[in-house]
T-cell receptor, first 115, second 113 residues
Framework: ETGVTQSPTHLIKTRGQQVTLRCSSQSGHNTVSWYQQALGQGPQFIFQYYREEENGRGNFPPRFSGLQFPNYSSELNVNALELDDSALYLC??????????????FGPGTRLLVL | AQTVTQSQPEMSVQEAETVTLSCTYDTSESDYYLFWYKQPPSRQMILVIRQEAYKQQNATENRFSVNFQKAAKSFSLKISDSQLGDAAMYFCASGGATNKLIFGTGTLLAVQP
């Protein structure tokens, strides 16, 4: 069984640029969630995708957007990067059987530094 | 709104001893579930244990067990026979019908040899 993978592992961008982060979900999982983890903090929910549709969004501006593909992999796009976007971005996949039965399994994360 | 509070920023335990990490939560959802995740320096968030709120029996996973007090909205993690590999940041999280996890700020656990 293949776990959740993310690419790249590290990324350095400058303010105002755009970035795309990628996530491959665990085999058999149809739901992907994205989280932002600032240094020394717990992860904060960005949004979730289920069957290629956004299914819930946290308190993040529209410049944070995403996609889910038919194979359930996902992308997180961030436009007009700001210094505060520097963080660890975590992807988690789960199998949607019923809303309260999901367990989310996390990837290793992408560390983004915005200069 | 859901909130999760971990009041212990850091904890320390001797190898082979037992340690308990505290977590309190608040949720308006009637059907929810609770998790403990471990995040070692490698950054990968690893599931330690899960508890469904409707279950009265406390979850156990080998050396890891929880004390779930629903009325008090408390969800503590007990690690027995602590090992050096248990050293990590531990996060308590809650989830429900909204399908998003709400995390606490974490407890950094050090294991002394």
């Amino acid at each position: 069984e293949t776990g959740v993978t993310q690419s790249p592992t590290h990324l350095i961008k400058t303010r105002g640029q755009q970035v795309t982060l990628r996530c491959s979900s665990q085999s058999g999982h149809n739901t992907v969630s994205w989280y932002q983890q600032a240094l020394g903090q717990g992860p904060q929910f960005i949004f979730q995708y289920y069957r290629e549709e956004e299914n819930g969004r946290g308190n993040f501006p529209p410049r944070f957007s995403g996609l889910q593909f038919p194979n359930y992999s996902s992308e997180l796009n961030v436009n007009a990067l700001e210094l505060d976007d520097s963080a660890l971005y975590l992807c988690a996949s789960s199998e949607r059987t019923s809303p309260t039965q999901e367990t989310q399994y996390f990837g290793p994360g992408t560390r983004l530094l915005v200069l | 709104a859901q909130t999760v509070t971990q009041s212990q920023p850091e904890m320390s335990v001797q190898e082979a001893e037992t340690v308990t990490l505290s977590c309190t939560y608040d949720t308006s959802e009637s059907d929810y579930y609770l998790f403990w995740y471990k995040q070692p320096p490698s950054r990968q968030m690893i599931l330690v244990i899960r508890q469904e709120a409707y279950k009265q029996q406390n979850a156990t996973e080998n050396r890891f067990s929880v004390n779930f007090q629903k009325a008090a909205k408390s969800f503590s993690l007990k690690i027995s026979d602590s090992q050096l590999g248990d050293a990590a940041m531990y996060f308590c999280a809650s989830g429900g019908a909204t399908n998003k996890l709400i995390f606490g700020t974490g407890t950094l656990l050090a294991v002394q040899p």
